[in-house]
């Protein structure tokens, strides 16, 4: 095995864990706003709900704004 072939290894291995721990974090996070709203320990369930729509909701919001955006730049938009 190569430097090169090891090192993109170890990129790739840490994105990877990144990845899944800000996944972990969110989850974390909606544990925490849910409790507080209840007033209760939110079921795994409850968790995995909100945790699903949170996602959506972000690519539904990031992805019409990136795509407006892209429109702008490439002029394909009119601009009042």
């Known amino acids: ?5 090891a090192f993109e290894r170890i ?3 840490l994105v990877m864990t990144t990845k899944e721990q800000k996944l972990r974090l969110l989850k974390a996070k909606i544990s925490v706003a849910l ?9 795994t369930e409850e968790i995995e709900s909100v945790f699903h ?3 959506v909701m972000y690519k539904a ?9 892209e429109q702008k730049k490439n002029g394909q938009l009119a601009i009042f």
Not at 1 to 5: A, G, I, K, L
Not at 61 to 69: A, D, F, N, S, T
Request: hydrophobic share 35%.
């Open 61 to 69: 919001v990031l992805g019409l704004h990136y795509r407006r955006r």
């Open 1 to 5: 095995m190569t430097f090169e072939t």
């Open 53 to 55: 729509l949170t996602r």
């Open 35 to 43: 409790q507080d709203e209840y007033g209760r320990v939110p079921t």
């Open 11 to 13: 990129i790739l291995l």
